[in-house]
């Protein structure tokens, strides 16, 4: 497979990269698929660390076609409905503009949210290489354009504000590609986004904190010197439940370097490693209880979580199926793998069934979710 090899950090430029650890033959997409089994596409997950930034990061890019093959959204269920009215409320109270570009945007959701609430925005452009085939927008003032940001930079001088929404983890090469809207936006335009909170996520065992989709470890820390680098100002930041992190951020001032301390190349190394070992662990400790089990067996979530899991040795022909609350999932195959997925109400009338729940920062509203489907299940977190 052709792949894009990082010889230099993502951040600082600097040759400095060293080995850090390899997943030989992971699934490529982490979503799920109605396609057969046998074309399902594997690449070793390779992983690098600067040793002078500390930012982990894939040392082989695969063909943006390949990691996105289509839509597919995860932003349901509670965490990410108050991730939305709350990042909104902070772009509203923020932001003085009444034009903006929005990079990502997916299924239009913050733009809805944002535009029910007032009247003085005029028009929001949604940049995005792989909107929803299903959203037609309910607001009048939103453009969807179906293109990446980087062929779009000219409307940046129609629209002060630029607003992004767990994209940044996404990008290839941020610096290079937020450098053509710095150089396209005037002193005192805005760039308003949220990214998840990786540092959070890593250090809590995560495993949605890095993938072949996050190909870098885009940390609190790491921001902040991404935009000094890019001549932005933070105005404003706000930390989201652990979920998130919320950034209002002005164009102020040519770019500069941003030194970064080489202290968290041993924290962050240490963090990832420590994840591989407990999850080696966990899955020892889990093929035990479903052989002990008497009764069927679900995993929860049709995504890396259940991915991960399964690659770290969880035995899959123990298990019955995936549940997941998407209902564009419902019935496809978790990609990688054999198990198909079902909404959690196909266990309602269960009366012996475990579910292994491991899904990050939304574990807990999942297993109160389970718990008020079918009370007397078994859940492991």
């Not at 680098?229 to 979920?243: C, I, P, Q, S, T």
């Amino acid at each position: 497979m052709n792949y894009i090899k990082r010889n230099t950090c993502v951040i600082t430029g600097r040759k400095d990269l060293e080995f850090l650890y390899k997943l030989p033959n992971f699934p490529v997409f982490i979503g799920c698929t109605d396609q057969e089994q046998e074309k399902d596409l594997f690449f070793d997950m390779e992983w690098s660390i600067s040793k002078g930034s500390g930012v982990i990061q894939l040392a082989k890019l695969l063909p943006l076609d390949v990691v996105y093959p289509g839509f597919h959204s995860e932003a349901i269920g509670g965490v990410w409905k108050r991730h939305c009215e709350q990042f909104s409320n902070f772009i509203l109270k923020n932001s003085k503009g009444n034009s903006v570009v929005e990079m990502g945007g997916s299924n239009g959701a913050l733009a809805e949210f944002c535009l029910k609430k007032v009247n003085d925005i005029y028009n929001w452009k949604i940049v995005e290489p792989n909107p929803d085939p299903n959203y037609q927008p309910e607001n009048k003032k939103i453009e969807i354009i179906e293109s990446f940001i980087e062929d779009q930079i000219s409307i940046f001088s129609e629209s002060p504000i630029f607003i992004h929404s767990h994209v940044l983890e996404h990008l290839y090469n941020p610096l290079e590609t937020l450098g053509y809207i710095a150089n396209k936006q005037n002193n005192t335009d805005e760039m308003i986004f949220s990214i998840p909170d990786l540092y959070e996520y890593l250090k809590r065992k995560y495993v949605n904190s890095i993938n072949f989709e996050h190909t870098y470890f885009l940390t609190e820390k790491v921001t902040d010197g991404l935009l000094k680098m890019l001549g932005y100002r933070v105005m404003n930041k706000r930390h989201f439940e652990g979920h998130s992190i919320f950034y209002y951020a002005q164009r102020a001032e040519n770019s500069r370097d941003f030194s970064y301390s080489n202290e968290f190349y041993q924290e962050y190394k240490k963090m990832y490693l420590d994840m591989i070992d407990y999850y080696r662990k966990d899955a020892v400790i889990l093929n035990e209880k479903m052989e002990n089990f008497n009764g069927k067996v679900y995993l929860f979530g049709g995504h890396i979580f259940s991915q991960f899991l399964i690659y770290m040795g969880l035995k899959e022909k123990k298990i019955e199926a995936i549940l997941d609350n998407s209902n564009e999932k419902n019935g496809k195959r978790l990609y990688g793998t054999g198990l198909y997925v079902f909404n959690p109400s196909i266990i309602e009338d269960e009366s012996q069934v475990l579910v292994i729940v491991k899904a990050g920062r939304y574990s807990n509203e999942i297993e109160g979710q389970l718990r008020d489907i079918n009370n007397n299940i078994v859940i492991y977190t």
